[in-house]
């Protein structure tokens, strides 16, 4: 209160004559930075755009740097008449190729069953011999149960005990042994290769290229393995041999969308099939492993029902790993079908009858070689008897 208003108040209540002073009139000044008498007050109110809300909600996000420009190696004319005959067959080369296992076997048995009675101790012997060439146990199991019910206390020879072997391997392998479908309404189809380093998934897919084309299907390729600037050249050469059209980016570029972009490129040129290679990974490397299930992610934005077929290649040299890669990647990618590789000398081919008691996949091709022919359709049959070490 003023003092002028202090004198005010006492004069009226102590009936004093004395005025009040007069207060100046003031108004009201908006809140404002406080000047000083060097700077002209200055409104610091800040005014903040008001964004309506549909648009706020709708703002496009900051775009992304636009991706390299596709590397597109158009098909060309190739002859696709089939190689003149191998020097060795087909059987030859399968057998040579199961030959370290076939051997193991075949050793262990012989050492074994030299005329002597089927008893219990010579089964538990068996069963370790076939256990060791990684059949599984499940599938030792069934062959010394069949030899007990069969044979037990008496004589049996090595050869006989082959035998045995063969048909029950036999009988594992036969409902896996199917053959890779194209059919369908999906055009094109696509086929996903998966597969840890060094399983020859890239050699596999040119030689499954020659076998399409063969069919007369046109065919593109997909360099998804964009990790390693060696393996998309390695396709390119492929596609060059087998006249597939061949979808590739430099190094280091997205692998998903790469095969997107793929995808789209074989529907615009009339492809019948579509297969996408992609970079080798272990199974246990999570990083890698949710980038396969990125790919596969974005192939079905393209396409619901893609990937058609999904198949895993399998080292024939890694043995009981080949359990775990199974499982692993079947989680992950959802494999259909498996290829197994590398079949020659020093490979442990019982795996595949392991694998085939365990998960029930089909098995649609092995391979014996580098060469464009050195892809067979599975064969339960042969396979079973070249593991047994007996002739065609």
Avoid: Y
């Avoid at 000083?36 to 900051?62: H, K, L, Q, R």
């Avoid at 008449?81 to 040579?96: C, D, G, N, T, V």
């Amino acid at each position: 209160m003023s003092e002028g208003e202090k004198r005010g108040l006492f004069g009226r209540l102590f009936g004093g004559k004395t005025a009040p002073a007069a207060v100046p009139e003031t108004t009201e000044v908006p809140i404002a930075a406080e000047a000083t008498p060097e700077e002209p007050i200055v409104d610091v109110t800040v005014e903040t755009p008001v964004v309506p809300t549909d648009v706020a909600e709708t703002a496009p996000e900051p775009e992304e740097p636009a991706a390299a420009p596709l590397d597109i190696v158009e098909a060309a004319p190739i002859d696709l008449a089939p190689a003149a005959a191998p020097k060795q067959s087909w059987w030859h080369k399968l057998k040579s190729g199961l030959g370290r296992t076939s051997s193991a076997l075949t050793s262990g048995i012989g050492a074994i069953f030299t005329k002597r009675r089927l008893d219990d101790e010579t089964l538990e012997e068996l069963e370790d011999i076939l256990i060791q060439a990684d059949l599984g146990l499940a599938t030792a199991m069934r062959i010394t149960e069949t030899l007990r019910k069969d044979r037990f206390d008496k004589e049996i020879s090595d050869a006989e005990v082959r035998g045995v072997l063969a048909s029950e391997i036999e009988k594992v392998l036969a409902p896996v042994a199917k053959p890779l479908e194209i059919e369908g309404p999906s055009k094109p189809h696509v086929v996903l290769v998966v597969g840890v380093n060094g399983s020859g998934k890239t050699t596999t897919i040119g030689k499954l290229s020659m076998k399409l084309a063969r069919e007369g299907r046109r065919v593109t390729l997909a360099a998804g393995d964009t990790f390693r600037a060696a393996a998309i050249e390695q396709l390119k050469i492929w596609g060059t041999r087998t006249g597939a059209t061949v979808i590739a980016r430099e190094p280091g570029a997205d692998a998903a969308g790469l095969a997107f972009d793929a995808l789209v490129a074989a529907k615009d040129n009339g492809s019948d099939v579509i297969v996408i290679d992609t970079a080798g990974r272990l199974q246990n490397r999570a990083e890698l492993m949710a980038e396969l299930e990125k790919i596969v992610r974005v192939i079905k934005k393209h396409d619901a029902t893609a990937p058609h077929d999904v198949i895993l290649t399998l080292d024939a040299t890694t043995g009981q790993n080949a359990l775990n890669q199974v499982e692993i990647f079947g989680k992950v990618a959802g494999v259909t079908g498996l290829v197994m590789t590398k079949l020659d000398g020093t490979a442990r081919g019982g795996i595949l009858v392991a694998v085939a008691e365990k998960f029930g996949l089909p098995v649609h091709f092995i391979g014996v070689g580098e060469g464009v022919e050195d892809l067979e359709p599975f064969d339960a049959k042969d396979f079973a008897r070249a593991v047994a070490g007996l002739d065609h």
